[in-house]
């Protein structure tokens, strides 16, 4: 199944990933003893098809990556994206900065940090998450990082139907329009990764700096601004 879903050209590094996983991340304690005979299935494929919900070339950050999950796993079947990979815990990022070196993905940069200390300084195509929090407090992290044309595209479960509900009061504030929810990897994967997209409501009155909790009117927009441009990864690191 690994081969549909990672190019063939690209299988080798994902094997490798998935023995650092199994080894070194279980050590440390980044994944569970008992996550690691379930790597493919429940993690490395259930994570890359992600990639089918995400235009080419985009700048991406994943926020809360932990042991790089679902942003290695793009790094690697997608190397036409730049990944920005935030995590705030030291010992994930340096398993998270000694993996980019060891399997040479250029298209990745690690920063040690929680998503809002990037609020006003980076803005990306794209805001990707597994399993960080409910979509209320996931789109106050998230969509002041997302560019005008950009969108929150986060994997989540069956319980998404009920937190976009939850979350109605902050998708209006912060001027999102309505997510959309898709199952990914339909006919690739026995069971089907469940994620959902968020884009602004009105790309053009969109505005910079922006913050989840400052906003005028009900909509949380703000005046103009230069600051915060999208950028791609400054490198590793």
Do not use: Q
Request: proline share 5%; aromatic share 4%; glycine share 10%.
């Amino acid at each position: 199944m690994a081969r549909r879903v990672f190019a063939s050209d690209r299988l080798a590094l994902a094997e490798r990933y998935a023995e650092l996983l199994a080894t070194d991340g279980v050590v440390r304690g980044l994944i569970g003893p008992r996550e690691a005979p379930r790597l493919w299935d429940r993690h490395l494929l259930n994570c890359a098809v992600l990639g089918e919900w995400l235009p080419a070339d985009a700048v991406v950050a994943d926020i809360g990556s932990g042991a790089g999950l679902p942003g290695l796993v793009l790094a690697i079947s997608r190397p036409d994206l730049a990944l920005t990979l935030v995590e705030p815990l030291l010992r994930r990022t340096t398993f998270l900065a000694e993996v980019v070196e060891g399997l040479g993905l250029d298209n990745v940069e690690v920063v040690r940090g929680r998503a809002d200390a990037l609020h006003g300084k980076r803005r990306f195509d794209v805001v990707t998450s597994r399993a960080v929090a409910p979509l209320g407090r996931l789109l106050e992290w998230s969509m002041p990082l997302v560019d005008a044309h950009g969108a929150l595209v986060a994997m989540k479960g069956s319980s998404v139907v009920s937190e976009i509900d939850d979350a109605r009061p902050v998708l209006r504030r912060l001027g999102c329009a309505e997510p959309e929810v898709r199952e990914l990897g339909v006919g690739l994967l026995e069971e089907t990764t469940g994620a959902v997209r968020v884009s602004w409501a009105d790309p053009a009155t969109v505005s910079w700096p922006l913050s989840s909790d400052a906003g005028a009117g009900s909509s949380g927009r703000r005046r103009k601004s230069s600051s915060g441009r999208r950028s791609r990864p400054k490198g590793r690191g």
